[in-house]
Structure formats: C-alpha cells, structure tokens
C-alpha cells in the first residue's frame, strides 16, 4: 500500500512538473513581455529638427525606413541625407567624358517618398557640395567665425523666417544666399558661391535674387570682413555703401553696408 502511495506521488510530481513546461513554452513570451513592461519605462524619444540618415554602408535602407517612422510619428520635422565625397574613381570616369545616370540622392528620395516622407521635408546634403568656408577663415586667421560654429539645428530655425536661394549644377549646389525682412530693410546674408564657380558673376545674380524677394524693402543691408576684398568691391559694385564698423576682436572688424531700395514706397 505504501509502495503504491509513492508511485502516485511520483506520477502526479511528473505530470505537475510537464504542465509547467508546457505553459512556460507556449507562455512564456506573454510572461516576459508583461514583467518587461512593468521594469522597463517605455520612454518617447524627443522631438528633434530632423533625422540625419549616412548615405553609406549596408545599414543604409534600415536607416531611411527608421527615419520615415520618426517622421511620420511626428519626432522629426525633416530628414537629412548625407552623402559621402566623390570617389576618385568617379572623379577619372567624369573626367573622361561619363555623366551619372541621376543624382545621387534620387533613390533615397523615392524610397522615402514612398515610405511618407514628402519631398519638400527632405535635405540633401552631400560632403561634394561643401563650400570653402575655411577660405574666409583663413583670411581672418579665425576659425571660429560663425558659418565653421553653425549647426544643423540653428540652420534648419533660419527656415521658419528667412527665405534661402540657391544655384545648382546638376545635382551640386554651388551657390546660395539668405535673406529676411525686419522693419522695412532686407537683411542680406551668408553670400556663398563654391571657389570651383567664383568669378562668373554668380554672386551678383545671388545678391540681385535676394534684393527681388522683397520689393516693398526700404533698404538692403549686409556685412562683411574688413579683409574681405572680394566681397567689399563686389557689394561696392552693387550699389551698397559702408555706414558702420563694429569691432569684434583683434582680428574681426565687421563693415555694414547698405543700399536703398529707389522703387520703395
């Protein structure tokens, strides 16, 4: 009888340990899930300007998915792509006469716009397509001049209130120009033409452009470096003229310039 006893108990022991096995396995991932979402503190992740997705590596399509999904929910006003150099390699083809079938960026583009990403919210920014900055830098022997300090961030809030111009070759942005209304004078600034492009007159037609956005202006205003030679003949030869120098440092002394708008009313 006592034999008999422990068999059951060992039978039932068995049959108690198999039922648990069996809901660990066919439950277990609910468990888990259910003691994960009372330990682990499901955190937004904060709003941001934009998303900026490399244009390189494997990960790339990943990552153009991931930026979409951030946008969409709302934690990104815009998507970055930013593209890598040319290659020597292309540089040699290029020079040989062949010409890419499209932009660099067109993919990523329509890849994006498919995922809901319109593309009026996408900037395309490609290390080719850098302007030389340091050029002016140098000049001053200051590289702390703000176009080298300026981050995507404060860029991108210039966007709310001031109106950005461009010209592109191709697919290359080679020059641009900002410029906004405050009281009745147009501030003209950060004038860039790439040096591969200077000296055929673009910077005029970038100046001229921005005077044209706003008609009604009582007057142009802009500043440059007193060593700027170029930039002080070119506004000269535009019809601006020096009515204040502000001394920033040693190095720095900013000539402001202004021109009147003889159509104003």
Not at 76 to 94: C, P, Q, W, Y
Request: with cysteine; glycine share 6%; aromatic share 10%.
């Amino acid at each position: 009888m006592l034999k008999r006893k422990n068999t059951f108990g060992r039978s039932l022991l068995v049959l108690i340990t198999i039922l648990i096995v069996l809901f660990f396995v066919f439950f277990s991932d609910a468990i888990l899930k259910k003691i994960g979402s009372i330990i682990v503190l499901d955190e937004k992740p904060p709003h941001s300007e934009a998303v900026i997705v490399l244009n390189t590596g494997i990960e790339y399509y990943p990552r153009l998915i991931q930026a979409s999904d951030l946008f969409r929910n709302g934690l990104a006003r815009m998507v970055v792509i930013n593209g890598n150099r040319k290659t020597d390699t292309l540089r040699e083809l290029e020079a040989k006469g062949f010409e890419s079938c499209c932009p660099w960026y067109s993919d990523s583009v329509r890849i994006l716009a498919m995922l809901g990403v319109p593309e009026k919210y996408i900037i395309r920014i490609s290390a080719e397509d850098v302007f030389d900055s340091v050029s002016e830098a140098e000049i001053l022997q200051d590289f702390t001049i703000p176009p080298l300090r300026q981050n995507l961030g404060e860029v991108l809030a210039e966007f709310d209130h001031q109106v950005f111009l461009k010209i592109e070759v191709g697919d290359r942005i080679i020059g641009s120009v900002r410029c906004y209304l405050e009281d009745r004078t147009c501030h003209v600034g950060k004038l860039i033409v790439h040096p591969d492009h200077q000296n055929r007159g673009l910077g005029t037609r970038l100046l001229l452009a921005a005077e044209t956005q706003f008609p009604n202006a009582g007057r142009y205003v802009l500043f440059t470096s007193h060593r700027s030679v170029k930039n002080l003949h070119l506004y000269t030869r535009c019809g601006y003229r020096p009515f204040e120098r502000r001394t920033l440092s040693e190095k720095i002394t900013l000539v402001y310039m202004e021109k009147p708008n003889p159509w104003s009313r």
